[in-house]
Nanobody
Framework: QVHVVESGGGLVQTGGSLTLSCSVS????????MAWFRRAPGKERELVAI???????YYSDPVKGRFRISRDNAKTTIYLQMTNLKPEDTAVYYC?????????WGQGTQVTVSS
């Protein structure tokens, strides 16, 4: 059974930093893309960043230059390093993995940026 588990959320002040982690277990192989999404209160879920199995990356405009997505050597864990955080980054952050054309989501981790 596939599990996608995030960790690392919390409360931080404006301008602070936070790193999220997400691990995939229960799936053989590593050739799959992973991503971070977020849902702010009262808003739709939006894409934050994507990383391919070859570690190619894409960032949404609101986080470009402030966030960095990376992948460990085993390819089963990704990270989202968030710097210069702003109150508008407050959201539940979800990890996503596309495994054999199926979508898998983590349970979400809350990130709150105080002004």
């Amino acid at each position: 059974q596939v599990h996608v588990v995030e960790s690392g959320g919390g409360l931080v002040q404006t301008g602070g930093s936070l790193t999220l982690s997400c691990s995939v277990s229960g799936h053989p192989g590593t050739r799959y893309a992973m991503a971070w999404f977020r849902r702010a209160p009262g808003k739709e879920r939006e894409l934050v960043a994507i990383i391919s199995w070859m570690s190619d990356t894409y960032y949404s405009d609101p986080v470009k230059g402030r966030f960095r997505i990376s992948r460990d050597n085993a390819k089963t864990t990704i990270y989202l390093q968030m710097t210069n955080l702003k109150p508008e980054d407050t959201a539940v952050y979800y990890c996503y993995a596309n495994l054999n054309a199926r979508d898998y989501w983590g349970q979400g981790t809350q990130v709150t940026v105080s002004s």
